[in-house]
């Protein structure tokens, strides 16, 4: 049976492909451009390989999907039924994917609301599971909407990077440029806070940021129920390590997923990076 309400999203928000499957949730890829070859992300390019491109210091930059593909994805949810949509997009501070999707809809065949979470990665994919299951209840979209804002401010995101170089390049460091005058002698814990990267603490050493990560989470997370996402990229054992570590100090934990980051946000943090979202439910 059609749903009255569909849901899309970016390929940002690293859902896993059974939950874009179970919850029929659209996910529109953004662009990573290496040594000058546009690729799609999820499709044409893996977090592996775009790890080894920047390990080798080739010219990795990324790019928003085209209103066209927008208006296409916008097309294909209107001919499988739906009456209406919700298009949840990562923060507008890091790429220009919102206000594609915003010229794209100006023409799509139903209506469609447009939604800047001011989040990535997980915190964004849990912001999609919340839309599709209020429009899976029957919601409307203005539900769908509020489901998915209510969790995205109520949803934290701390990550640890082994260098600011990569969020330099990319121009995505914002108040965290304050911690480049010693950066070589710090290893940053960082934020996403009202749409942006920014400054948590300086910690000396690789292995105490990582304990920190740890802390600040199972803090964060308290005793309620909360949905726990460790993003890592070229860092498997540290973020399995990670994961288990909360799976017993978080005691009202519900999903943990463990996922590598994709190109895109890959392309701005470098090899190394090991993330928390912690999404309450």
Do not use: N, W
Not at 12 to 27: C, D, F, G, K, V
Not at 226 to 245: C, G, K, N, T, Y
Not at 246 to 275: W, Y
């Amino acid at each position: 049976m059609a749903r009255h309400v569909a849901i899309i999203t970016d390929s940002t928000a690293y859902l896993p492909q059974e939950a874009l499957r179970r919850h029929r949730i659209t996910s529109v890829p953004l662009t990573v451009v290496v040594d000058g070859e546009p690729l799609e992300e999820g499709t044409e390019i893996s977090a592996r390989s775009l790890a080894e491109a920047l390990r080798r210091h080739r010219p990795v930059t990324t790019s928003r999907p085209s209103p066209e593909t927008f208006a296409a994805a916008y097309r294909d949810a209107a001919d499988a039924g739906a009456d209406a949509i919700v298009s949840l997009h990562l923060s507008a501070e890091f790429s220009g994917t919102y206000d594609a999707a915003v010229l794209a809809a100006a023409d799509a065949p139903v209506p469609v609301r447009v939604v800047d979470s001011g989040v990535v990665a997980m915190a964004l994919g849990f912001c999609a599971l919340s839309a599709a299951e209020a429009a899976e209840s029957g919601g409307s979209v203005d539900e769908a909407v509020a489901a998915a804002e209510k969790r995205a401010a109520a949803t934290s995101a701390f990550f640890y990077v082994d260098t600011l170089d990569y969020l330099r390049r990319g121009g995505r460091i914002g108040a965290a440029q304050a911690l480049l005058g010693s950066a070589l002698a710090v290893k940053p814990l960082l934020e996403l806070a009202d749409g942006r990267i920014g400054p948590l603490e300086k910690v000396r050493t690789a292995s105490r940021a990582i304990a920190r990560l740890e802390e600040l989470a199972v803090l964060r997370a308290g005793t309620a129920p909360v949905d726990i996402a460790v993003h890592h990229l070229a860092a498997p054992e540290r973020a399995r390590q990670l994961a288990e570590r909360l799976r017993e100090r978080v005691p009202g934990l519900g999903e943990l997923h463990v996922s590598e980051v994709g190109a895109v946000i890959g392309a701005h943090t470098g090899p190394g990076l090991l993330g928390t979202v912690l999404s309450p439910h």
